[in-house]
């Protein structure tokens, strides 16, 4: 059996200044910025995440805030680092079907609010395949969802955003 998505969720791409790239995505295209925190991955950088249309993100990973827009960074500006694809079956189910095609990857590996799966495709690219641990029930925006959930985190103090904030908004919205 195929693995079953539900649209790009985003593409992640390297940037070389944060301020340009917020300015650009948030002044320019109108796009929302609806996450700010620091790369899980590389605390030398920031994880932008713009609001491209319901549902559609594109994702940045820059120098942080301040820094030296001619910081060397490990891959090539501009360069897509993967391209996420939301789960339309559990991630196990992926994982099964992942493993039945003989694909290597990594994970599930714990994003927070999400959980991830990262393979290579035949031709090298790094493709993402993530599910939100607490699904995201029908008529709700993304978006918002996101944007409440990290400002949950910013009143906490925490430096990511976790399960417990997207819970806790959905909560509230009752």
Same mark, same amino acid.
């Given at each position: 059996?195929?693995?079953? =998505?539900?649209?790009?969720?985003?593409?992640?791409?390297?940037?070389?200044?944060? $301020?340009?790239?917020?300015?650009?995505?948030?002044?320019?295209?109108?796009?929302?910025?609806?996450?700010?925190?620091?790369?899980?991955?590389?605390?030398?950088?920031?994880?932008?995440?713009?609001?491209?249309?319901?549902?559609?993100?594109?994702?940045?990973?820059?120098?942080?805030?301040?820094?030296?827009?001619? =910081?060397?960074?490990?891959?090539?500006?501009?360069?897509?680092?993967?391209?996420?694809?939301?789960? $339309?079956?559990?991630?196990?189910?992926?994982?099964? =079907?992942?493993?039945?095609?003989?694909?290597?990857?990594?994970?599930?590996?714990?994003?927070?609010?999400?959980?991830?799966?990262?393979?290579?495709?035949?031709?090298?690219?790094?493709?993402?395949?993530?599910?939100?641990?607490?699904?995201?029930?029908?008529?709700?925006?993304?978006? $918002?969802?996101?944007?409440?959930?990290?400002?949950?985190?910013?009143?906490?103090?925490?430096?990511?955003?976790?399960?417990?904030?997207?819970?806790?908004?959905?909560?509230?919205?009752?």
């Amino acid at each position: 059996m195929a693995i079953r =998505t539900n649209g790009i969720n985003h593409p992640a791409l390297v940037g070389r200044n944060y $301020d340009e790239t917020v300015a650009f995505y948030r002044d320019v295209l109108g796009m929302r910025l609806v996450l700010e925190q620091p790369n899980l991955d590389d605390d030398s950088q920031m994880h932008l995440f713009f609001e491209a249309g319901p549902g559609q993100f594109i994702a940045y990973f820059v120098p942080k805030q301040g820094s030296l827009p001619d =910081t060397p960074q490990r891959r090539q500006l501009g360069a897509m680092l993967h391209l996420a694809l939301n789960l $339309d079956v559990p991630i196990d189910e992926a994982m099964a =079907t992942l493993d039945a095609h003989g694909v290597r990857y990594k994970g599930p590996v714990d994003r927070g609010y999400e959980r991830s799966l990262y393979f290579r495709d035949p031709n090298g690219a790094v493709v993402e395949l993530m599910s939100w641990i607490t699904p995201v029930p029908d008529g709700v925006d993304e978006g $918002d969802l996101i944007v409440a959930a990290q400002q949950r985190r910013i009143a906490r103090k925490a430096g990511f955003v976790e399960n417990e904030d997207v819970k806790a908004v959905l909560a509230q919205r009752g």
